[in-house]
């Protein structure tokens, strides 16, 4: 059973978040490019030494959350089964995933609004996402191990990933008309369908 985080780790964990509220908030009211780290700082009350000890890039803060929604499908994987097929195993994962998505919809559309506008902040987020992938390809592996599976494994990581793309651009783009769970699950059953079509 895991234990709670200490007091350092809940200290850093709230200097972590009112970086990124102070940091959103000034990207939204006078651009992403527009606000320097330096009034990052000074809004939150930091050092810029301070900031680049939580976040690499300007950018990294936009993405803040692409750590946690990574950790939660990794362990999402650990939960399930070891005898589902890995392709079930990241669909149920990632319709947990999209349920969180779903809970936190304003901050979600504030973020794509940001990384739509800004070239570097969706430059950042594929590159991030290949880290995604990796590390999808590498859990996998441990699940089902032999030859072949691999390339495989990157294959499935990477549709998986594409999916959610897909779903989350129709969810905004749609005025969220359909809960983005059901968008992910269908997109699963349409793309294993094709996958397996002869």
């Known amino acids: 059973m ?19 509220t102070v940091a959103i908030g000034l990207f939204i009211d006078h651009g992403f490019e527009q606000t ?42 650990d939960h399930r089964p070891s005898s589902e ?13 999209a349920a969180d998505y779903q809970s936190k919809r304003q901050q979600l559309i504030r973020r794509f609004s940001l990384m739509a506008a800004n070239p570097s902040v969706f430059a950042r987020s594929l590159q991030l996402q290949s880290d995604w992938e990796n590390a999808l390809a590498a859990k996998l592996n441990q699940r089902v191990s032999g030859e072949g599976k691999a390339l495989s494994h990157h ?13 989350l651009r129709f969810w905004v783009q749609s005025n969220f008309q359909t809960p983005l769970p059901q968008l992910v699950e269908k997109c699963f059953s349409d793309l294993a369908e094709g996958l397996t079509r002869t």
Do not use: C
């Open 2 to 20: 895991s234990q709670p985080p200490g007091l350092r780790e809940r200290k850093k964990r709230n200097r972590r978040n009112q970086i990124e």
């Open 36 to 77: 320097t780290i330096q009034d990052i700082a000074e809004q939150a009350e930091i050092s810029p030494r301070t900031f680049f000890s939580y976040f690499p890039t300007k950018e990294d803060v936009v993405l803040a959350d692409y750590a946690d929604r990574l950790n939660k499908i990794l362990t999402e994987l």
């Open 85 to 97: 097929e890995p392709w079930e195993a990241l669909h149920a994962s990632f319709v947990e995933v």
């Open 155 to 167: 294959l499935m990581a990477s549709a998986a990933l594409a999916i959610m793309r897909s779903s």
